[in-house]
């Protein structure tokens, strides 16, 4: 009966971890289509950690091997670990006075005055 439960729980859980992982990769793939900078995914972190919750609930493996999964639904979710990574390396460039794209602010009024 426990093996069951847990099937229920951790079925669902990967489901809404693989939703958002396709929603994000949409997203992205549109912005990139329509040409769009419009910003980070629209659900950050919630498909990563669903997944990590439904792979360390699911009965299938040996504990070990799921953990050893561990970071698969962090990678492939757009809005979990790539993000904020991303977030991070943006920060740390901001801070040390490197423009990452023409676009930005700072690149615009400085070739104007």
Not at 23 to 38: D, P
Not at 90 to 96: E, F
Request: net charge neutral; hydrophobic share 50%; charged share 10%.
């Amino acid at each position: 009966m426990t093996e069951f439960l847990r099937w229920i729980i951790a079925i669902p859980l990967l489901a809404v971890s693989l939703y958002f992982i396709l929603t994000n990769i949409r997203f992205l793939l549109e912005n990139f289509r329509l040409g769009l900078n419009a910003g980070p995914a629209p659900m950050t972190i919630m498909g990563g950690l669903s997944g990590c919750l439904g792979l360390l609930i699911l009965p299938y493996m040996e504990f070990t091997d799921r953990l050893a999964l561990l970071w698969l639904p962090l990678i492939l979710d757009l809005g979990s670990l790539p993000f904020y990574v991303s977030l991070l390396v943006l920060t740390i460039c901001q801070g040390m006075g490197v423009r990452l794209w023409k676009n930005h602010p700072d690149y615009q009024t400085r070739g104007n005055t």
